[in-house]
């Protein structure tokens, strides 16, 4: 049950949290849309964020009707290097949300990582979700891989570790790890609990050290894990509740993973093609029977060569002699002899016959010699 307003307070909230909650924008950026007569509530444009609304109110924004708010939702998401975390980019450089796959509904960013930083970025649907896990107070750690030229020993990062004044600004001591040197560059695990803008490269360079590069591995009790660079990963409802006391209560499946549309396609066409190689919905239990076969496929055991023939041929009955031939395709009709006929004893010899003068005696002396 919502607390009753004291006495003298308007019902419902303000303006700007209203349009945060629903995923229309951050409070900042709403308060900047009212500001420019972007917003009208009840037909009648307004110019400020001092007002209050309820779910009575109807909510114009640039001419779309603001509905009910969505449940909180919060998704993982392996940002690559070159990427700027920023909805427009006034230098025309590609930004995070031009590289998200179509699915994905409006969201923002929990937090930023800079142009030559990769790794984990949260993102959510909720205004108020994304507020929360921004603030200093919520003190979670976020944990970084960097690598750095050099090689540093514990007493270079001591200053880290005890906290470090970098022009005029003030860092929170830092949880600073050596985890191994690699020629002429070193791993470093480093902790925060605070994100001030380029925090770590600024702090590294106050100590002599040169970050190539920065990976964002942990965000409070949300890890990369094995994310590859542009594929999204929803946080399931039951995380999220357990981690923030709030989420989605629908979907308490595994978590889905997405990748992000290949290089110069657009968010929306990328989401037709997906959406045409989907089939018809499989009954309850369909789906777990044709995992089942699939994997007994899988698995089951293969021969090749010699072997395979042998399996193959193991339940025909076998054949010989013309029978096989006839069933290999092979088989040709033998011609049909020639007739020869006998020689008669005592018959005449000549070149019919083939055979030697019978009888009478041989010619005295035999075979002439040469030269006789």
Same mark, same amino acid.
């Given at each position: 049950?919502?607390?009753?307003?004291?006495?003298?307070?308007?019902?419902?909230?303000?303006?700007?949290?209203?349009?945060?909650?629903?995923?229309?924008?951050?409070?900042?950026?709403?308060?900047?849309?009212?500001?420019?007569?972007?917003?009208?509530?009840?037909?009648?444009?307004?110019?400020?964020?001092?007002?209050?609304?309820?779910?009575?109110?109807?909510?114009?924004?640039?001419?779309?009707?603001?509905?009910?708010?969505?449940?909180?939702?919060?998704?993982?998401?392996?940002?690559?290097?070159?990427?700027?975390?920023?909805?427009?980019?006034?230098?025309?450089?590609?930004?995070?949300?031009?590289?998200?796959?179509?699915?994905?509904?409006?969201?923002?960013?929990?937090?930023?990582?800079?142009?030559?930083?990769?790794?984990?970025?949260?993102?959510?649907?909720?205004?108020?979700?994304?507020?929360?896990?921004?603030?200093?107070?919520?003190?979670?750690?976020?944990?970084?891989?960097?690598?750095?030229? $050099?090689?540093?020993?514990?007493?270079? !990062?001591?200053?880290?570790?005890?906290?470090?004044?970098?022009?005029?600004?003030?860092?929170?001591?830092?949880?600073?790890?050596?985890?191994?040197?690699?020629?002429?560059?070193?791993?470093?695990?480093?902790?925060?609990?605070?994100?001030?803008?380029?925090?770590?490269?600024?702090?590294?360079?106050?100590?002599? !050290?040169?970050?190539?590069? !920065?990976?964002?591995?942990?965000?409070?009790?949300?890890? !990369?894990?094995?994310?590859?660079?542009?594929?999204?990963?929803?946080?399931?409802?039951?995380?999220?509740?357990?981690?923030?006391?709030?989420?989605?209560?629908?979907?308490?499946?595994?978590?889905?993973?997405?990748?992000?549309?290949?290089?110069?396609?657009?968010?929306?066409?990328?989401?037709?093609?997906?959406?045409?190689?989907?089939?018809?919905?499989?009954?309850?239990?369909?789906?777990?029977?044709?995992?089942?076969?699939?994997?007994?496929?899988?698995?089951?055991?293969?021969?090749?060569?010699?072997?395979?023939?042998?399996?193959?041929?193991?339940?025909?009955?076998?054949?010989?002699?013309?029978?096989?031939?006839?069933?290999? $395709?092979?088989?040709?009709?033998?011609?049909?002899?020639?007739?020869?006929?006998?020689?008669?004893? $005592?018959?005449?010899?000549?070149?019919?016959?083939? $055979?030697?003068?019978?009888?009478?005696?041989?010619?005295?002396?035999?075979?002439?010699?040469?030269?006789?």
């Amino acid at each position: 049950m919502q607390a009753k307003p004291a006495a003298g307070t308007p019902d419902g909230d303000r303006i700007a949290k209203v349009l945060s909650r629903a995923g229309v924008a951050s409070r900042r950026e709403a308060e900047r849309m009212i500001e420019l007569g972007e917003v009208s509530v009840n037909g009648k444009v307004i110019d400020s964020p001092a007002l209050n609304v309820t779910s009575k109110d109807k909510i114009v924004v640039r001419g779309v009707v603001v509905g009910e708010p969505e449940q909180a939702r919060l998704w993982l998401y392996y940002k690559p290097e070159g990427l700027v975390t920023s909805e427009s980019d006034e230098k025309g450089r590609e930004t995070v949300f031009d590289n998200l796959p179509a699915e994905l509904p409006r969201v923002m960013s929990v937090g930023r990582l800079d142009l030559n930083s990769e790794g984990l970025l949260l993102l959510t649907n909720d205004g108020a979700l994304k507020r929360r896990l921004e603030l200093p107070s919520t003190g979670w750690l976020r944990k970084y891989r960097v690598r750095v030229n $050099g090689n540093p020993v514990d007493p270079d !990062l001591e200053p880290l570790r005890k906290g470090i004044v970098v022009e005029g600004e003030r860092f929170q001591p830092m949880i600073v790890v050596i985890d191994r040197i690699q020629g002429a560059n070193a791993w470093l695990t480093v902790g925060l609990r605070e994100g001030k803008n380029r925090e770590i490269r600024r702090a590294m360079s106050a100590i002599n !050290l040169t970050v190539n590069r !920065l990976i964002r591995v942990s965000y409070g009790p949300f890890r !990369l894990n094995d994310l590859q660079p542009g594929e999204v990963e929803e946080v399931k409802g039951k995380v999220l509740r357990d981690q923030l006391g709030q989420g989605a209560t629908v979907d308490e499946d595994a978590p889905k993973r997405t990748r992000a549309p290949r290089a110069g396609a657009s968010r929306t066409t990328t989401g037709k093609a997906e959406g045409a190689s989907s089939g018809r919905r499989l009954k309850a239990g369909e789906g777990l029977k044709q995992l089942s076969e699939a994997w007994g496929e899988a698995t089951k055991p293969r021969s090749f060569g010699t072997a395979a023939r042998k399996e193959a041929d193991a339940g025909k009955p076998r054949v010989f002699g013309t029978a096989a031939k006839k069933a290999e $395709g092979d088989f040709r009709p033998a011609k049909p002899a020639a007739k020869r006929a006998a020689p008669t004893r $005592g018959g005449p010899a000549g070149p019919k016959f083939g $055979g030697k003068p019978a009888g009478g005696p041989k010619p005295a002396g035999g075979r002439p010699k040469r030269g006789a």
